[in-house]
């Protein structure tokens, strides 16, 4: 049976379903997050787990029971806030045991867990500092270590790490894998970062307009996006109409190769950068011409911006070496392995 | 000044009306608004519609010609505009003298700053009767400037003028001031960067981002000297009388009671009128202003002008604030055989005032501290519930309320007192012959200084707090105790000194009710400057004295819990 289970929840703020009836399961001891822009439903959907925002319609369900009516408090869930929410009159070790002393824990269990705690999130012995001094990074682990120290059946974080710079952040998801894992949390997250979300989870639920967009692991999402609209959010900008007939297909880019079993007719199609080969002359070799108007630096290759005569602009990933420069005149083969047909709108 | 945030406002996420938890917060709300409601209804609504009803109603029938006939009456139509014009030069002449000190502890720093601010607000939590008596000790007969020069203003508008300027200097300081403060200087010097001068840039930045403050502050300024008793009761003499005044008159001395109703009627409509535009103006003050820590943008003054600024501010708050305060402690100790403590030992026996009392003065002292403190009770009860209710935002009828919170600092107290009189005299609500009826009134006035100094600290708490507390395990009530309290036990600390303070001072409503046996200081004052003879004015001096420094000590015990300037006075 699965710890968290949602039926048709659907939140409406006036005319705006903030959320629209949806459906989501979290198994015990999985880490699932949502992903989704801003403005998608995500907090909301905590909020409704939580118990702070009541559903209009469907059920919530924690461990097979109904919350219907159960108040925030008898919910047994942990949420860490966006902006962390610390308790601005309470030291470090005031707030990691503020859930304990509403569990009425003895004195000694808890300051041994507190201590424990914040030895788990790498900050041993800082429970006397006031949490005024602490750094943004350090916030963020003693709203974890208050989140977990009741130890909460579902453990809920909403944008976890987004205002943390980019190094921190990295080596904060690898910690916090490691340590759900370590401890069986069963973890419900929202983000907007994708980096994250595929870091953190072993599912990944994609949200669009109160809706669910996609769920699937992070492989599968990352390699066949269901839809145009979750291929763009995830940043896949080479979105064409195609008319597809026998192993390829009719767009403004030319003829595409498309995976073997695509059933004929109108589709939308995503060649993922990965797929958009460069050849040096456009007529001799029978490719798309193009022209480079853009070239963006990555690191370990580089993102080229190419203008074909007609349809949309086209993004190829190129080598470091051997990438053309602006104003170059190139020509375009796709590759049918980096060639997805997405389904839905 | 009000630190709301209303783009955490705006980023809350809305409430369904009519969902469950939002009835059982209504529920809850309307739970915490029954004490303040019933207290308001029982205790101000009744009194003075009871007052005003008996007033224009006589053998079951209305007499609204009264209405006409009192409002032509030449005598009154005098009274009216003196009460108008005299509130307008008021707060006119408060205004020049005070926003310059604004500006000075807005901007500088100083050695004294923190005492010398709180050495300015003494004057307005000082009982009204204090300051009328500190500056006929100025300016009057045998006065000061009377002694030095032979000059006597205590017969001229000019007493009244004065001393309403020193009675509110701290209104506009502390309201005006407390924004500036707050204000980001790199605001102003973004202007000059992009080319504007000196004063262009503070006429363009700065002044429109105070106007609102300013316009506050001089409403304020305008209701209570437009509601002036005490001090022009003193003196204005047989010239000049407030609405307030007239009423006492008609009230207490002519028995005409219609016309004191008629009377009480414009007052509360004209009241009524200014704290519209006045809470118009706060909404406008909360629009989003980026707001720094006051502590970090006050520096030395720099160069002459700077430095005569300041010199001149400080002149005007020694001539203004210290010396009144400072002649009214002389003229306590100046008997009849030289400097002494002859004033004070006769307040010590009944017999030294001639028969004014039927008890010694001095046990005044113990009245007014056991009235003050009950007073204070009742108003941080009544108050913080009210504040509580009021804590999240709603619709048209709490925001009312809110409103009404604010009518008894501008309704008449003489009034409301007399009201007390010939409504709480019979069962149900038999309180005539009991202590409570003092505190009681004196809450009245308590209770607006409490939700004002509370709310915006409530408001202020970011609601996410109290969410992050109930997903923690904690249920509402346990949520309220351990986030709210918390955070707003200075503020409540705060309100109940100035409840303690102004309850203290409370005279037109305590005059009434106060039994002749337990007299408070500011009665018992009152009483002694309404005999002839050197012995009760040297003795209402040195009681005044005493009231002051009970008084100053309350506020500078403030200003020490008082680091952050969150509230409204």
């Known amino acids: 049976m699965s710890l968290l289970r949602l039926d048709g929840v659907t939140v409406r703020f006036g005319e705006r379903a903030a959320l629209d009836a949806v459906d989501l399961e979290v198994a015990e001891h999985e880490t699932v997050c949502v992903l989704g822009p801003s403005g998608s439903g995500k907090s909301t959907l905590l909020r409704v787990v939580a118990g702070l925002q009541r559903a209009d319609a469907g059920r919530v369900l924690l461990s097979g029971n109904d919350q219907d009516g159960v108040p925030t408090h008898r919910r047994e869930v942990g949420l860490m806030f966006q902006d962390h929410q610390l308790f601005p009159q309470r030291d470090v070790g005031g707030n990691v045991a503020f859930g304990l002393r509403m569990r009425k824990t003895g004195r000694a269990e808890t300051e041994r867990r507190v201590a424990e705690l914040l030895e788990l999130v790498g900050l041993p012995g800082a429970g006397r500092r006031a949490v005024a001094a602490l750094s943004g990074g350090e916030q963020q682990r003693v709203a974890l270590a208050r989140a977990l120290a009741p130890r909460p059946r579902l453990l809920m974080l909403d944008e976890p790490l987004g205002q943390l710079d980019r190094g921190l952040r990295e080596r904060l998801v690898a910690e916090l894998r490691e340590l759900f894992g370590r401890l069986g949390t069963t973890v419900l997250a929202v983000t907007h970062d994708q980096g994250e979300a595929f870091a953190l989870a072993d599912r990944v639920v994609v949200m669009r307009d109160g809706r669910v967009a996609q769920t699937g692991t992070p492989l599968e999402v990352w390699q066949r996006p269901a839809s145009e609209f979750v291929a763009r959010f995830l940043g896949f900008d080479n979105v064409v109409a195609a008319r597809v007939s026998g192993g390829s297909a009719d767009t403004v880019w030319g003829r595409v190769p498309v995976p073997a079993g695509t059933s004929g007719g109108e589709h939308r199609l995503l060649v993922r950068p990965a797929g958009v080969l460069l050849v040096p002359d456009a007529r001799e070799e029978g490719g798309l011409p193009c022209t480079v108007t853009g070239r963006t630096f990555r690191g370990d290759h580089v993102v080229v911006l190419l203008r074909p005569a007609d349809g949309p602009q086209l993004e190829a990933a190129c080598g470091l070496r051997g990438a053309p420069e602006v104003g170059d005149r190139v020509g375009v083969v796709f590759d049918a392995g980096e060639v997805v047909v997405l389904d839905g709108p | ?569």
């Open chain 2, 1 to 569: 000044m009000v630190l709301d945030r209303p783009e955490v406002d705006a980023l809350r996420t809305p409430r369904r009306p009519g969902s469950r938890p939002a009835l059982r917060q209504t529920a809850v709300r309307f739970g915490l608004m029954v004490l303040p409601l019933a207290f308001f209804g029982v205790f101000f609504a009744y009194p003075v519609s009871a007052i005003v009803l008996r007033g224009l109603k006589d053998d079951g029938r209305w007499h609204f010609g009264r209405l006409g006939e009192v409002l032509t009456d030449p005598a009154i139509g005098h009274v009216l505009w003196f009460t108008t014009w005299q509130a307008a030069a008021s707060t006119a002449l408060t205004l020049a003298l005070a926003l310059p000190g604004a500006y000075v502890f807005a901007r500088f720093d100083f050695p004294g700053k923190r005492l010398l601010r709180a050495v300015v607000t003494v004057p307005f939590v000082l009982p009204t009767v204090v300051v009328g008596s500190a500056f006929l000790a100025l300016l009057g007969r045998g006065g000061l400037l009377d002694e030095l020069w032979g000059v006597r203003l205590d017969t001229t508008v000019w007493a009244i003028l004065l001393a309403h300027v020193f009675f509110n200097y701290a209104v506009v300081v502390r309201t005006v001031g407390g924004l500036w403060a707050q204000l980001d200087p790199r605001q102003e010097e973004a202007a000059r960067v992009l080319g504007a001068g000196r004063f262009a840039a503070w006429r363009r930045v700065t002044l429109p981002a105070l106007a609102p403050a300013v316009a506050a502050a001089s409403l304020m300024v305008f209701l209570f000297t437009f509601t002036s008793f005490g001090a022009v009761q003193i003196l204005g003499g047989p010239r000049y009388a407030t609405l307030e005044v007239e009423i006492y008159q008609q009230t207490a001395q002519l028995l005409d009671l219609p016309t004191a109703a008629v009377l009480t009627l414009v007052q509360f409509v004209a009241v009524a009128v200014l704290l519209g535009v006045h809470a118009w103006t706060v909404r406008r003050r909360e629009s989003a202003l980026k707001l720094v820590d006051a502590a970090h943008t006050a520096r030395r003054p720099r160069g002459a002008a700077q430095w005569a600024l300041l010199g001149g501010v400080l002149t005007v708050i020694a001539l203004l604030v210290l010396v009144p305060l400072v002649v009214l402690v002389l003229r306590s100790f100046d008997g009849p055989d030289g400097y002494g403590l002859t004033f004070y030992r006769a307040l010590a026996s009944a017999g030294g005032s001639g028969g004014t009392f039927t008890v010694a003065p001095l046990e005044a002292i113990g009245n007014s501290l056991a009235y003050a403190l009950a007073a204070t009770g009742i108003a941080l009860l009544v108050g913080g519930l009210a504040a509580a209710a009021l804590t999240r935002r709603a619709g048209r009828l709490v925001r009312g309320f809110d409103a009404l919170l604010m009518l008894p600092l501008g309704t008449s107290a003489v009034t409301v007192g007399f009201g007390f009189l010939i409504t709480l005299d019979e069962p149900p609500l038999d309180l005539r012959a009991s202590w409570i009826l003092v505190p009681l009134a004196q809450a009245l006035v308590g209770v607006p200084f409490v939700v004002r100094t509370m709310l915006p600290v409530l408001r202020a708490v970011d609601d996410r707090l109290r969410e992050a507390a109930a997903v923690l395990g904690a249920s509402p009530l346990r949520a309220w105790r351990e986030v709210d309290l918390p955070l707003v036990g200075r503020a409540l600390a705060v309100a109940a000194g100035f409840a303690f303070a102004v309850s203290l001072g409370e005279f037109g409503a305590t005059v009434f009710i106060a039994r002749p046996d337990s007299p408070t200081l500011p009665v018992a004052v009152s009483r002694l400057l309404g005999r002839a003879g050197e012995l009760n004015y040297g003795q209402a001096m040195a009681l005044s004295t005493i009231l002051m420094l009970v008084c100053a000590a309350a506020l500078l015990v403030l200003e020490r819990i008082r680091t952050d300037r969150s509230g409204e006075f």
